[in-house]
DNA sequence: CTTGACCCTGGAGTATACTCCGGGGTCTAG
DNA sequence: CTAGACCCCGGAGTATACTCCAGGGTCAAG
């Protein structure tokens, strides 16, 4: 058990931070000290951890906040909630595939500029990303 | 050449945003009419798509503006312009990598749902993200 | 028993990316 | 020539995700 500061530079993420994610239902110490400081322990840090990755990912705190809920439903494992980690994981192909798209336009870019005799096309990331025929979800 | 609203229906953006997108410099009507609306074609259209391809990335309108900039340059292709291609491209490349975690997290628990014998596992996301051994960029 | 490093709460402030509004011009169809 | 749909600008408001106080308590070392 540990208190804020400590998992603050486990995570490298800062006290005030880790207050409003407790503040926004993302997070619960494992404990209080007597004094009334919150105490963690290490699965708070893989929480934590998981939050930066899943933010990382493009979720919003709300969604992450769904996605912890998700995960913590032992037994209700039916209807909505498996709707929604495949809605999440479709989401997340589509991101996949557009990433990869601009990975690919990049790359052409990276290798217009290596033969520096060429000049860069004026295109090259737009026609690589309309070739790709990503769809950008609605929101 | 059309005006503001209809770019904004071909796009799916508002109007609202369309001229903020002008204004923080990310794109430029085409031409203004004599009553000085703005007029745009089908260039403009593909530019705010890729804007939108770009946000759905990850990338902040800053970047994306950096993205527009490189793009444009048909000279100056040396140094830095090259880095930040490149830089991107890193970037771009880690965080596919914790996408296809989160992915493959998702789908563990999508299995585990299909048995519904079988209680959700605590950690399925938490474990699969860790196993993937994603390291979160520091910004 | 004080000093310095830590913790608490509540609330205000910031950056990003819109979104809405008021007051007013433009333009096309009937 | 007027009604309705469009456009203009400037500025205020909103949601998200922090970030930074102020004012005060806690605690281990010297």
């Known amino acids: 058990m540990f208190t804020i500061g400590k998992l603050a530079s486990l995570t490298s993420v800062s006290?005030?931070?880790l207050r409003y994610y407790e503040q926004e239902g993302l997070v619960e110490p494992a404990g209080k000290s007597p004094a009334g400081y919150?105490?963690?322990?290490?699965?708070?840090?893989?929480r934590i951890r998981f939050i930066k990755h899943a933010q990382n990912c493009g979720f919003t705190l709300a969604e992450i906040r769904d996605l912890l809920v998700l995960r913590g439903r032992d037994k209700a494992c039916c209807g909505d909630v498996r709707t929604r980690a495949?809605?999440?994981k479709l989401q997340?192909?589509?991101?996949i595939r557009a990433m990869k798209a601009m990975s690919k336009a990049l790359d052409q870019l990276i290798a217009d500029c290596a033969?520096?005799?060429q000049p860069v096309n004026e295109c090259t990331i737009i026609a690589a990303l309309e070739r790709a025929n990503v769809k950008t979800?609605?929101?």
Chains 1, 2 share one sequence.
């Open 15 to 17: 006290n005030d931070t």
């Open 92 to 95: 997340i192909e589509s991101k």
């Open 38 to 46: 919150r105490l963690y322990d290490k699965d708070s840090a893989r």
């Open 137 to 139: 979800p609605v929101h």
């Open 115 to 117: 033969n520096e005799t």
């Open 86 to 88: 495949v809605e999440k």
